[in-house]
């Protein structure tokens, strides 16, 4: 399976990490910025790097050619319709919530701000709509009692995320398809930008 890995960040690097373990090729990495720490860790593998024209944004011409999959990782760039159907599967993203609940940036920081008990971790493809393509593989924890989001995310969502990733690109590989069933909008949630 050939993929092209568009992220950041330590998340970036860890799904890095977690793909090559996989043993899919990794045909390129996308980045905002051309210093970034998976910029980095991409060369240091002897990976492509494209840093995007827009950081907003991932256009076509950004992803490798003949890739099966795009996969984001710690990215809040869009990835086009031409970008997404440039990939034979399509792309996934991990959003740290119970997708639809808490859609957006802050997913983790609304989630303690709004005391759920529960949180969790969702695989979903990439669409149109930020946060609001079909639902790959989905998996909850609890909330231990004053914890931050941070300690949160560190302990329990950044881990979920890379065991989740890694269960729907096996299924990818084995299927030659993605797993995947529609969002309930009726429990479809916002979680902007706290710092706005």
Not at 54 to 64: C, D, F, K
Not at 144 to 171: F, N, S
Request: with cysteine.
């Amino acid at each position: 399976m050939r993929i092209t890995l568009v992220g950041s960040r330590h998340f970036g690097v860890t799904t890095l990490e977690m793909l090559r373990q996989r043993g899919v090729d990794i045909v390129r990495v996308v980045v905002a910025d051309a210093e970034d720490r998976l910029a980095a860790a991409a060369r240091a593998a002897g990976i492509a790097v494209t840093v995007q024209a827009n950081p907003r944004l991932v256009v076509a011409s950004e992803i490798a050619e003949a890739t099966d999959l795009i996969v984001t990782a710690h990215s809040h760039a869009r990835i086009s319709k031409e970008a997404l159907a440039a990939a034979r599967l399509g792309g996934i993203g991990y959003h740290p919530s119970l997708l639809p609940r808490h859609r957006g940036i802050a997913a983790v920081e609304w989630t303690i701000r709004e005391g759920d008990p529960i949180a969790g971790g969702t695989v979903y493809h990439l669409a149109d709509r930020m946060d609001a393509g079909a639902i790959a593989a989905q998996e909850w924890c609890f909330v231990k009692k004053g914890e931050t989001a941070r300690e949160l995310w560190e302990r329990a969502l950044a881990p979920l995320g890379q065991k989740l990733l890694g269960e729907v690109i096996d299924y990818a590989k084995i299927h030659n398809v993605l797993p995947g069933k529609p969002q309930d909008e009726q429990f479809a949630t916002k979680a902007p930008s706290l710092s706005d």
